[in-house]
């Protein structure tokens, strides 16, 4: 399996409030055979497509969202069982407890790390440090 | 008059009373001597030599009244005291009486008119200097505690050595609005936050083993009933050797501007790492778009330095304003003239004032700058007969604010076929100020120039922006 394929596959939501760094994480996540829900860009647009889609194997949050803390699609996601990332330019302790075990992946984004916290085999990869 | 009384005889004791005689030249620690009705000096034992620093032979014959200090009354002290003793059989006191080196001393004295009445008195002086000063130095320090332990903005309290308090001070009382009775024992608990309670009784069971009692927690303050965040510290007094009898005395040291500056603090600095590293993921996807778009790294380097301008000038309005909303109409003009600061005839910009929410601050400006470098390369910036108009105009919609920026230039010949391609200016117009700002836009390549309307939500009257 080529890296450009890893994602091949995975229905993956992205929650960003900047547009541009929105529009990148897309093209980069479909880039790499993902298919994209959203990008939304506010915690309600956000909450709207975790109840509306039918399957999401992944998520990549940012945790400011126009000013809004992204912590409630944060829970929604956790009740769905879906595995999700924050992408982030808080440090770990302006974090609160209840999502201090959640991996980040700090902005500006690896797009690299990132995508190899969502591929389909992770086994023939070393684990990654973000 | 019997010899034994003469002055001139020797020590006027009853010479054939041995027992007394022994007393008197033994006793060193009391001054013992016997005076005339006159005061003069007519006996002085050793103690006296001791105690008053005349000899004997010094001050026989002379009168005794010379140990009164003028600030006693001296002389009429001396007299006084004569009279009370002759009326009332005794005449007993503690004042301070002088050595003949000038030095005081605390004496507590007793005079005694003899049997024979013109035969004078006796008086007996005991040093008590040493006792008076500690009694002195005790209530001048119990004085001192007082005032600082009432006067002081600390509340101070008195505890054994588990909490239970002994002592509350008024400031303490008209802190909290427990009477003395409430808050000793363990009332004054109840003036505690409910969820530091805990915190404030387990650090009575480690103080001890520390030797310092320390907790910061929350304090209701009676006048509005406010929580207050307070440093509490105690230590035991070192005068018992029971430990468990020891008093520890405290103070409770309102803290709370400190506390919700340091947590103000730690807010903003959170805010800050936080838009500093979203400023360099716009700084990525900006250099990713120009990427894409530019055929060359010649082109590259252009179009990437100058949308780092406009970003870097945006930083700046917003540093300035402290993230307080920014003028539209400041953030238009920077844009314009850093493009065409040598052509101000071509452009006319006219809008009230219009606070631009600082978090759309940066996309306007980036916005503003692909309009305004679009007219310098391809438009009314660029050619002879072009003209440029930015209006804008505020509406108030069901309490949201709204400005609308029109764009619109005239006079150029726009290049054959419109524009070459929908780049990264048209991108952030068209989809990224709708996703981001909740802007309403349209973009149309006319003929005769580029027109653009731009509808954008403003800051909320008086609302900060972060």
């Known amino acids: 399996m080529t890296e450009s394929q890893s994602l091949l596959g995975r229905r993956l939501l992205v929650v960003e409030d900047e547009y541009m760094i929105a529009a990148d994480l897309a093209r980069a996540l479909e880039d790499r055979g993902a298919e994209v829900i959203g990008p939304a860009g506010s915690v309600e647009d956000a909450l709207n497509l975790v109840a509306a889609e039918q399957r999401i194997d992944g998520a990549v949050l940012d945790i400011n969202l126009r000013g809004e803390r992204s912590y409630p699609v944060a829970d929604a996601l956790r009740t769905r069982g879906v595995r999700f990332v924050f992408t982030t330019g808080y440090d770990a302790w302006a974090i609160p407890d209840a999502y201090a075990a959640v991996p980040r992946v700090e902005k500006p984004v690896n797009i690299k790390a990132l995508s190899g916290l969502f591929s389909i085999d992770q086994s023939d990869e070393k684990p990654r440090t973000l | ?466």
């Open chain 2, 1 to 466: 008059m019997q010899e034994s009384n003469h002055p001139t005889n020797g020590p006027a004791v009853p010479a054939d009373n041995e027992l007394l005689r022994l007393v008197f030249e033994s006793a060193t620690d009391f001054a013992i001597f016997t005076i005339d009705p006159n005061g003069i000096t007519t006996s002085w034992n050793p103690g006296a030599e001791r105690l008053l620093g005349y000899k004997t032979d010094e001050i026989i014959g002379k009168s005794a009244d010379v140990i009164f200090p003028a600030e006693e009354g001296g002389f009429e002290a001396a007299a006084e005291e004569r009279r009370s003793a002759l009326a009332q059989g005794r005449a007993e006191d503690e004042r301070w009486q002088m050595r003949k080196d000038g030095t005081r001393l605390w004496a507590s004295g007793l005079l005694m008119p003899l049997a024979e009445r013109d035969a004078g008195f006796v008086k007996m002086l005991r040093d008590r200097t040493s006792q008076h000063r500690a009694a002195e130095q005790l209530a001048q320090s119990e004085e001192l505690f007082r005032v600082l332990a009432t006067n002081i903005p600390q509340l101070v309290f008195r505890s054994k050595s588990d909490g239970e308090r002994t002592w509350a001070s008024p400031q303490w009382t008209i802190f909290s609005g427990l009477s003395f009775a409430d808050s000793i024992g363990f009332g004054w608990l109840d003036a505690i936050h409910p969820d530091d309670r805990e915190e404030t009784q387990a650090a009575w069971l480690e103080a001890r083993a520390k030797g310092e009692y320390y907790v910061e927690h929350r304090v209701r303050r009676s006048a509005d009933r406010e929580f207050r965040w307070h440093q509490t510290r105690a230590v035991p007094m070192k005068v018992s050797s029971d430990a468990d009898a020891v008093d520890w005395v405290g103070t409770m040291t309102d803290i709370h501007e400190l506390r919700v500056l340091q947590d103000r603090q730690k807010v903003l600095l959170a805010e800050l790492q936080h838009r500093r590293r979203n400023l360099l993921g716009v700084v990525q996807s900006l250099a990713r778009q120009t990427i894409r778009s530019s055929p060359s790294l010649d082109d590259f380097a252009d179009d990437f330095e100058s949308r780092l301008g406009a970003l870097s000038r945006a930083q700046g309005l917003l540093a300035q304003s402290d993230n307080r909303p920014i003028e539209l109409g400041d953030l238009v003009r920077a844009e314009l003239e850093a493009h065409a600061s040598a052509d101000v005839e071509k452009v006319t910009t006219e809008g009230p004032a219009a606070p631009l929410p600082a978090m759309s601050a940066q996309s306007m400006a980036l916005a503003l700058h692909e309009l305004a470098t679009n007219a310098v390369k391809y438009g009314a910036l660029g050619q002879p007969s072009g003209r440029l108009t930015v209006r804008w105009e505020v509406k108030n919609d069901q309490s949201r604010r709204q400005a609308t920026v029109v764009w619109s230039e005239s006079g150029v010949a726009m290049p054959e076929g419109g524009p070459a391609r929908k780049g990264y200016g048209s991108e952030l117009i068209e989809r990224a100020l709708p996703y981001q700002l909740g802007a309403k836009t349209k973009l149309r390549f006319e003929p005769d120039g580029v027109h653009c309307e731009i509808a954008v939500p403003l800051a909320s009257e008086e609302k900060r922006d972060d």
